[in-house]
């Protein structure tokens, strides 16, 4: 039947017979990382990256009915294939009762429309199919891309693009169309770029998805933003800040007045530690409106608005008609403009908590990036009661996770001692493969009148060398302690803190 010493495989040599691969639930293939790949000499051939046991080899023996022969590969190897394998599987199949003589030309705006009001039509199928996977990998972003040979569709999932299969270029434009139908997009529009909302249901959970299209010159590529409502809303020790840091952040959110800034490039959190923040506050004793673009999660107890450029709300005038309507507490999602810089920090100082995000690298170049808003010097030293400054690494998957003895390279480089090992993940179900699970917070907190007068001592020359670089290197520590703890991997400190 198999012997112990197995065949390897190089699965991208493999043919795979789709009527074979079939025969196998895509859950049993799941859950014990096999595929069966095709009959040779009247055996089935299954990948596999370990010798199952008695039960499941009688169990394939029966459900595939001939004598099997095993072949070991890399489990990451045989996900991609499950993965490529049954989603275009069940795309194949949810597209197969389109009628061939239909090509995309002939479907017009109105009877596309039409065809797709029901539900069980094969490319709404399709369409949801591929966006149910992307909410259960918990991607962020879902990408439809067209190119010459055929569409790719990939997903970001912890920040890092993942692909996920390749579809044909026949199947692309009903794919995409499915969407902007969705989307409430004008479907005719292939030249310009669009944008559009679509509440999407799955199970009890409502998910927002924000879609925009792009015309590429081989056709609009989609980008789907998807807004996870069902998560929740963690406290900040959650988050990855310290009980210290926890504390140090709560003391800047008793105050009365003043600004706080959330500083990150994009992708780094932000958001969901401003979020974090505001449910520490008391919304019972407070008036707390926030000002976002757009509302990610819904707060207890605060007022909050969403920007909506089209109709001309803006964060400035957001910001402008809050501060008619006695506000404690003002949440603005992003400081862009001039306009709202002196308005925020103007509130910031005649009695109002100011919480926003800036899209800088470090505490000291918010200051930076506020001067060259136009906002003068002692205006920001009035204003500016804290600035937490982070970035987000990946978390090795607790469940596949794995000591190694590092490289003279790892060694040098963290300044391990002898003897220290180091922690990365091999790979498992509860992962996908990836070998991470989730992410957490680096940072640094600059709070109290000394660490925020710092950033105003030196003349800007000085200041914009050494306080960047004392920044930088605060969040290396922050980031090499994770490696050397086994949360995260010398290859996310590499990633993160170049
Ligand atoms: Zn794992």
């Given at each position: 039947m198999f012997s112990a010493k197995m065949e390897k495989v190089n699965m991208e040599d493999i043919s795979l017979e789709p009527d074979i691969v079939r025969k196998i639930p895509e859950e049993i293939a799941r859950d014990n990382c096999l595929i069966a790949l095709r009959r040779v000499n009247g055996k089935v051939i299954v990948a596999v990256d370990e010798i199952p046991d008695v039960t499941l080899v009688?169990?394939?023996?029966?459900?595939?009915?001939?004598?099997?022969?095993?072949?070991?590969?890399?489990?990451?190897?045989?996900?991609?294939?499950i993965n490529t394998y049954y989603c275009k599987e069940n795309l194949n199949h949810a597209l197969k009762d389109i009628k061939e003589n239909e090509s995309v030309s002939q479907l017009t705006a109105e009877n596309i429309s039409d065809?797709?009001?029901?539900?069980?039509?094969?490319?709404?199928?399709?369409?949801?199919?591929?966006?149910?996977?992307?909410?259960?990998?918990?991607?962020?972003?879902?990408?439809?891309?067209?190119?010459?040979?055929?569409?790719?569709?990939?997903?970001?999932?912890?920040?890092?693009?993942?692909?996920?299969?390749?579809?044909?270029?026949?199947?692309?434009?009903?794919?995409?169309?499915?969407?902007?139908?969705?989307?409430?997009m004008d479907i005719a529009e292939k030249r310009l770029p669009q944008d559009g909302k679509v509440k999407y249901t799955r199970g009890k959970f409502d998910y927002d998805i924000r879609v925009s299209t792009l015309p590429t010159i081989?056709?609009?590529?989609?980008?789907?933003?998807?807004?996870?409502r069902d998560d929740k809303i963690e406290d900040l020790n959650k988050l990855g800040f310290s009980r210290k840091d926890e504390e140090k952040i709560k003391n800047m959110l008793n105050r009365s007045s003043g600004l706080i800034?959330?500083?990150?490039?994009?992708?780094?959190?932000?958001?969901?530690?401003?979020?974090?923040?505001?449910?520490?506050?008391?919304?019972?004793?407070?008036?707390i409106v926030s000002i976002e673009d757009p509302v990610e999660y819904t707060l207890e107890g605060v007022n909050q608005v969403?920007?909506?450029?089209?109709?001309?709300?803006?964060?400035?005038?957001?910001?402008?008609?809050t501060l008619r309507q006695d506000p404690d507490v003002i949440m603005l999602g992003e400081i862009r403009d001039e306009e709202t810089a002196h308005m925020a920090v103007r509130a910031a100082v005649t009695g109002h908590l100011v919480i926003s995000t800036l899209h800088t690298n470090s505490s000291a170049e918010s200051v930076i990036r506020l001067k060259d808003m136009g906002v003068p010097e002692y205006f920001i030293q009035d204003a500016l009661i804290g600035v937490i400054s982070q970035k987000l690494v990946r978390k090795i998957c607790p469940y596949c996770r794995v000591e190694y003895v590092p490289s003279s390279e790892e060694i040098k480089k963290l300044k391990l001692s002898s003897g220290q090992v180091l922690y990365r993940g091999e790979g498992c179900e509860r992962?996908?493969?990836?070998?991470?699970?989730?992410?957490?917070?680096?940072?640094?907190?600059?709070?109290?009148?000394?660490?925020?007068?710092?950033?105003?001592?030196?003349?800007?020359?000085?200041?914009?060398?050494?306080?960047?670089?004392?920044?930088?290197?605060?969040?290396?520590?922050?980031?090499?302690?994770?490696?050397?703890?086994?949360?995260?991997?010398?290859?996310?400190?590499?990633?993160?803190?170049?």
């Open positions: 009688e169990e394939l023996k029966f459900i595939l009915g001939v004598e099997l022969e095993f072949v070991k590969s890399h489990r990451e190897k045989i996900h991609d294939l065809r797709y009001r029901f539900q069980n039509s094969p490319v709404i199928k399709a369409a949801n199919y591929i966006i149910n996977k992307a909410i259960d990998e918990r991607a962020s972003d879902l990408h439809i891309e067209p190119f010459q040979e055929d569409a790719a569709i990939r997903m970001r999932i912890d920040g890092i693009i993942h692909e996920y299969i390749r579809i044909s270029t026949a199947v692309y434009p009903l794919l995409c169309t499915r969407i902007k139908i969705m989307a409430q081989y056709g609009e590529k989609l980008v789907l933003r998807i807004l996870y800034l959330v500083t990150g490039p994009t992708g780094s959190g932000k958001t969901t530690t401003v979020y974090s923040m505001i449910s520490n506050i008391d919304a019972r004793e407070k008036n969403n920007v909506n450029l089209k109709t001309g709300l803006d964060f400035a005038l957001g910001l402008r008609s992962c996908n493969y990836k070998s991470y699970r989730g992410r957490t917070v680096i940072y640094e907190i600059s709070y109290g009148n000394g660490e925020i007068m710092n950033f105003f001592k030196n003349d800007r020359l000085n200041f914009e060398d050494n306080i960047k670089e004392l920044g930088r290197a605060s969040m290396r520590e922050n980031c090499m302690k994770l490696v050397k703890s086994g949360v995260t991997t010398y290859g996310e400190f590499l990633r993160v803190c170049p």
